[in-house]
């Protein structure tokens, strides 16, 4: 169809892609040093895992990402925040494969493996800016964000609150995939979704950044 742009849709259930899971515990493709909370100190509980996928999810010259958040039920961590440190975004290169550091005493969330299935959207209209949208661009909008996958990789940011892109190295970031809360029970707020994004200057020391919007 005119004016859709091809992209990858995060298929619960998928086998296609080995190492795309969410929940569990992170199945690492080189040394991952598990996360601690940098406003509470406490460690955090892993989400979601994205291996680099030829012609579909680029992650050069890493092998995958590993996102995890604080859900630490005696603080109120920004864990939303991109540059809060209450959540992060572990970058790996191939190597031997090991996790250090403690880990969190909670239960894991449910795993669930993932895969890519070719999907479409308007990228035009899901890249509008809503403050000086039309009301017919808006109506577009809503449209648009029904008709795209929930969960993706590539294409554009489907914002459940408005664009908020995070910026890094003085410039806004590219945006890499999205994971909506459900089915898999993710603390994204109200059936919310998560968002991962990279940095667009080679050799920045956090090359990814992940944030979160809820309904």
Do not use: I
Not at 62 to 82: G, I, K, L
């Amino acid at each position: 169809m005119a004016g859709l742009s091809p992209l990858w849709a995060l298929v619960p259930g998928g086998a296609d892609v080995p190492l795309a899971k969410v929940g569990g515990a992170p199945e690492p493709e080189g040394a991952v040093r598990w996360p601690a909370c940098a406003m509470c100190g406490a460690p955090m509980r892993f989400l979601f895992q994205l291996p680099h996928v030829p012609g579909r999810l680029d992650l050069t010259p890493y092998a995958a990402v590993y996102v995890f958040q604080c859900e630490n039920p005696d603080t109120a961590c920004e864990r939303w925040d991109p540059h809060s440190g209450a959540n992060t975004v572990v970058a790996l290169e191939p190597g031997t494969a090991s996790v250090k550091e403690t880990r969190p005493t909670g239960l894991p969330y449910a795993e669930w493996t993932l895969g890519l299935a070719p999907a479409e959207e308007d990228t035009e209209a899901l890249s509008v800016d809503v403050n000086e949208a039309t009301d017919e661009q808006l109506v577009a909008l809503d449209r648009a964000l029904e008709d795209a996958p929930e969960s993706k990789v590539g294409g554009v940011a489907g914002w459940v609150n408005g664009d908020a892109t995070p910026e890094c190295c003085g410039e806004p970031m590219r945006f890499v995939a999205q994971l909506a809360a459900m089915p898999f029970g993710l603390a994204f707020g109200d059936n919310g979704r998560g968002y991962v994004f990279r940095c667009r200057r080679d050799g920045c020391g956090t090359p990814f950044r992940f944030t979160w919007q809820g309904a």
